[in-house]
């Protein structure tokens, strides 16, 4: 009866099932656990206020508990710490975060259960978000005003004025961004199209004097953008609130260095999840600060998508192209079957190696090149012979080619012979049978291997950081500024960003929720890219179904 069993074939078939089964459920655990540790650190968690007396004496810490651990009371004897007045093996030791960096050594501290005396959740403690220096947590004394002390509904008028520096914080960041850069990029090329006429021997007292007529009226809207920003700077200063930290001492800390304040002692589940959801959309849509473990990853978002994008539009017509010629084309002969080998075995090369050759031939041979003749006016600066975009993009288009390539012919080899000899009987050519019968029809394969190198792409970062990838990019690749799209601009991205937060942070407790934010986030970014491929891909299936018949 067993033999029968495993004759029929029946054990192989629990087997994959169970292994399929088993594997889907290690990568949704393996999802739920980055989620659940990267999205759980936006949620407003209770500020606690420990009255502590240990060896150094009493003194009090306010913060958030951010882990809890045990810890052989050996260990801390072999640390040098009295053990005297514990008696149990295990002490359980707990990390909060206190913030407060300008006035303490360190913003994380381990401190020990039995040096704890009191711990009380004040609802009064308030979490002020600051542009640097992290979270401060105080009691709020009094809000000052334009120099005068708020007596009506402080805390209420507080949440006011810390919207208003925003918005005038905001709105000068702008104008920064917006009429200054570009002013400041416009006189940048003024001086370039002069180096470019002097280095033509065309400067002429005409062209000197057009340029510098150009120049003084830019210089005169300078002043005037200047003006306005250093009203709105000024606005932004007018107020501050005084706080009373865990020392006992009170601080003035001035708006315009507050992004957000908020009690969660004094917070119910609904508000709480109001903040929470706040904080995610911050995270999505605002820029970095303080070294990447601050603020959010827009930049890198933004960096992530435009270089695979930009790599997808590359990459298609290549592969496709390749594959259409090895399938179509091609003879069927020793030196087709090397192709074809040499292909597969490009997809076997490590990621680095690619970064290596985009660093030698497209960023200093081809990019050097494209300097020399068409940008000697910003020598001895680069303009594409520099790690950019563009050099990203097509370096992670070599990359990924062999998939395009080998998911092309696949399809292609799919479409019946009947269908490519009834073109030609009707009188079509063969170019017109590729082009409106044979690649249509192919279009669902081709969709499939964009969709597995978008998928591979989005997630190197090897390469990338010989090619283009930066810790921290001033500009976007597009912007207001002609031509609009800069492909020689250097970017940010997810993957590089979750190295750097990890692995180059100097405050390692501050980074490690941001590595998993980060690490789900580039996961829901290749997930809705392959998602959207998808959609496509299945349109083009249903269209193109009708030719198969």
């Known amino acids: 009866m067993v033999r029968q069993w495993f004759k029929s074939g029946s054990p192989w078939i629990w087997m994959t099932g169970g292994a399929v089964s088993i594997s889907l459920i290690s990568v949704i655990g393996l ?49 040098g710490l009295d053990t005297s007045n514990i008696q149990s093996e295990n002490v359980e030791r707990l990390l909060v975060k206190t913030g407060n960096r300008e006035y303490v050594d ?9 040096d704890i005396k009191a711990a009380t959740k004040p609802e009064a403690l308030a979490v002020f978000e600051r542009t640097k220096n992290g979270n401060f947590y105080a009691y709020v004394e009094r809000v000052i005003e334009n120099g005068e002390s708020v007596t009506d509904q402080p805390i209420e008028r507080l949440y006011e004025l810390v919207d208003r520096a925003v918005d005038l914080n905001d ?12 002013i400041n990029y416009e006189l940048e090329r003024l001086r370039l199209k002069e180096r470019s006429y002097a280095l033509d021997n065309a400067l002429t007292d005409e062209r000197v004097a057009e340029l510098a007529a ?15 920003l250093f009203e709105l700077r000024k606005a932004a200063k007018r107020d501050q ?23 969660p002692n004094d917070m119910n589940f609904f508000q709480k999840l109001g903040h929470y959801l706040v904080q995610i959309g911050k995270f999505v849509g605002d820029d970095p600060r303080e070294a990447n473990t601050e603020g959010g990853v827009f930049p890198a978002i933004f ?50 190696v690619y970064g290596v050759f985009g660093l030698g031939f497209f960023v200093y041979m081809l990019g050097g090149s494209i300097d020399e003749l068409f940008y000697p006016e910003a020598s001895p600066s680069p303009v594409f ?62 969709m499939t291997g964009l969709i597995l190198a978008v998928a591979r792409a989005a997630g190197e970062v090897a390469p990338l950081m010989l090619v283009g990838v930066v810790k921290m990019a001033p500009t976007l690749p597009i912007d207001g500024n002609f031509p609009f799209v800069h492909l020689d601009r250097k970017f940010m991205h997810l993957g590089f960003h979750i190295y750097d937060v990890g692995f180059q942070s100097p405050n390692v407790e501050a980074a490690r929720p941001l590595v998993y934010a980060t690490a789900f986030l580039l996961v829901a970014v290749i997930v809705a890219l392959n998602i959207t491929a998808i959609g496509i891909r299945n349109h083009l299936r249903e269209k193109f179904r009708s030719l198969e018949h």
Request: glycine share 6%; net charge neutral.
């Open 303 to 352: 960096g992530t998508v435009f270089m695979v994008m930009l790599m997808a539009v590359i990459v298609t017509p290549f592969g496709v192209v390749a594959a259409i010629y090895l399938h179509e084309y091609a003879a069927k002969n020793a030196v087709t079957k090397m192709i074809r080998i040499a292909v597969i075995n490009l997809a076997g090369v490590p990621s680095i």
């Open 31 to 79: 999802l739920a656990m980055i989620a659940w540790r990267g999205l759980s650190f936006f949620w407003p968690s209770e500020v606690v206020q420990f009255e502590m007396e240990s060896a150094k004496g009493k003194h009090t810490v306010i913060g958030e508990i951010y882990d809890r651990e045990l810890v052989p009371t050996s260990r801390l004897k072999l640390a």
């Open 171 to 182: 709105e000068a960041l702008s104008l920064q961004n917006g009429e200054i850069g570009h």
């Open 241 to 263: 609130v005084v706080v009373r930290d865990m020392r006992g001492e009170e601080v003035t800390l001035p708006l315009y260095q507050v992004l957000d304040v908020w009690f």
């Open 106 to 114: 360190l913003d994380f501290r381990w401190i020990l259960e039995t």
């Open 214 to 228: 150009a120049r003084e009226a830019l210089r005169k809207n300078y002043e005037v953008y200047e003006a306005q």
């Open 385 to 446: 012979g520099t790690p950019g975009v563009i050099w990203s993009a097509l370096t992670l288009a070599i990359l990924t080619l062999p998939v395009v390539i080998v998911s092309t012919e696949e399809g292609l080899s799919r479409i019946p012979s009947a269908v490519r000899h009834g073109s030609l009987a009707l009188g079509a050519t063969k170019a017109e049978t590729l082009w409106r019968i044979v690649v249509p029809m192919a279009s669902p394969a081709i």
